[in-house]
DNA sequence: GCGACAG
DNA sequence: ATCTTGTCGC
């Protein structure tokens, strides 16, 4: 079930921020939605994980929900051994192969994939939704609960509210647009929403906030997270 | 050299 | 992330 992208995980640092370099370019920043690639959204999912035994093992989540009503349709979860650590701009390497084992046990592949963490909003642009939107070969958003990189303005206090997260470009030295911060219900701190893969950073937000309703989070990741830390399914 | 640092 | 009591807000 993934898009014919696959590499080792048993790598160094240095060597997995390499390949971060290496992938970059291969992330798709506009739209190209929907089942073989470019028609309406069905189902979006969302993915969590959670560790257990002191973080020797890595709990993935994954949730499915339907577009229209935001009724859960499937789930699934995978345990494997956490074979890297935690490092902030390598965390994908962390929690990727845990997630990628739940995709695959799920019996229908959802449209787009709603991740708890950055995308484009990263060190070398190449953040956890990049990552997994890649190599599971789907569209991706990523939202993260904290900032990892880059400067903002404090958004406005309404649900829809946002403000463009900036860092300098690459090479130069301007400012760019990697990210929004956003505002996803009045009264909570904003989420950090960034491009994953096949995702435009205007219809990220867009479906982020379609799908926050009670929380602060969207439903798709409230679920997913609560299943990772072992709720029950439905 | 000194902070900052997704989950 | 995870470990945890009391406390604040609606």
Do not use: N
């Not at 060597?15 to 939605?33: F, H, N, T, Y």
């Not at 993915?47 to 935001?70: K, N, S, Y």
């Not at 958004?155 to 470009?169: I, Q, S, V």
């Amino acid at each position: 079930m993934s898009g014919g992208l696959a590499h080792r995980w048993d790598l160094s640092a240095a060597a997995a921020i390499a390949l971060q370099k290496s992938l970059a370019g291969q992330v798709e920043r506009a739209d190209r939605l929907g089942p073989g690639g470019r028609r309406a959204i069905r189902h979006v999912a969302g993915v969590d994980v959670a560790f257990e035994e002191g973080g020797a093992i890595t709990r993935a989540a994954v949730v499915v929900l339907r577009r229209a009503d935001l009724v859960t349709v499937e789930s699934a979860v995978a345990r494997r051994p956490t074979r890297f650590p935690y490092v902030p701009g390598l965390l994908s390497f962390c929690e990727v192969p845990a997630i990628l084992a739940a995709l695959t046990a799920l019996s229908q592949r959802p449209d787009l994939l709603l991740c708890d963490g950055q995308g484009l909003a990263h060190p070398r642009r190449f953040g956890l939704a990049c990552h997994l939107g890649l190599l599971a070969d789907l569209p991706a958003i990523g939202v993260a609960k904290s900032r990892l990189i880059g400067a903002h303005a404090e958004p406005g206090p309404a649900k829809g509210d946002w403000a463009p997260l900036m860092a300098p470009g690459k090479t130069g030295g301007r400012m760019m647009r990697i990210g929004a911060v956003l505002r996803s219900r009045a009264g909570v701190k904003p989420l950090y929403i960034s491009i994953g893969h096949r995702v435009s950073l205007r219809t990220a937000l867009a479906f982020t906030l379609r799908g926050t309703t009670r929380y602060r989070l969207p439903e798709a990741i409230r679920r997913a997270d609560k299943l990772s830390k072992g709720g029950a399914p439905g």
